[in-house]
Structures are given as C-alpha cells and as structure tokens.
C-alpha cells in the first residue's frame, strides 16, 4: 500500500528526493511521515504531515534541509532532502496513520501501515 522509492548514494551537500506513493485514495485523509533507521540504531522520526492542510512536523535535525510536501493528484509525499550530510544516511521508510487520523505525529506507534524501506548512503 505504501511504496518508497528515490534513495540513493550521493556526495555530502547533494540533494535526494524521496517518493512514498500510496495505493489507495484513503490515505488522502490521514497523515503520513518518514522514519529512518541507521544500522545499530533506533528508528528515529523525520518528518510528518497533515496531507490535507499541508502542516508538517520535522525533526530538528532535518530542519531547514528536508521538506515534506504532498501531492493529491498523483497519492505520493515526497520528501525533499538537501544539504544532506553523512549523518543523514539510514533506511528511510515512509508510513501512514490509520485512515481519517489526519494529524501529524512524530511517535512511529501511532503508525499502522509501513511501507519498505529505501537506502540513502551519504558520503563525506
């Protein structure tokens, strides 16, 4: 149902755009986020969003490089990475909340539906 894509191996500084595209209209009215997971670590929160009205959360450590945003025609969020640094590099995995629990949240328990994740390796 959730379907990421758009990881990669890039250069510090380098930009990367990620794709979480969601199968079905339901998931227009619930709220999405990315979660990423660096080898020997804890999941940690990256950004959330309202899909509806467009408001975002996003952890301080992406904030001001990433930028979540969400187009409705196509059923995709897209999670614009730039300035991204070697810290940045994890598996990204896009999730929803249940359909109709529009709020963003940066707790991984008030999702249900995980899509798999997508690598990005960030080099110095």
């Known amino acids: 149902q959730l379907q990421a894509s758009g990881g990669g191996l890039v250069q510090a500084g380098s930009s990367l755009r990620l794709s979480c595209a969601v199968s079905e209209r339901a998931f227009s009215n619930t709220a999405m986020s990315w979660f990423r997971q660096a080898p020997g670590k804890a999941r940690e929160f990256v950004a959330s969003?309202?899909?509806?009205?467009?408001?975002?959360l996003y952890a301080d450590s992406v904030k001001g490089r990433f930028t979540l945003s969400a187009d409705n025609a196509k059923n995709t969020v897209y999670l614009q990475m730039n300035s991204l640094k070697p810290e940045d590099t994890a598996v990204y995995s896009c999730?929803?909340?249940?359909?109709?629990?529009?709020?963003?949240?940066?707790?991984?328990?008030?999702?249900?539906?995980w899509g798999q994740g997508t690598q990005v390796t960030v080099s110095s």
């Open positions: 969003i309202n899909w509806g009205g467009g408001f975002a």
């Open positions: 999730s929803a909340r249940s359909v109709g629990r529009r709020y963003p949240s940066a707790s991984d328990g008030d999702y249900v539906y």
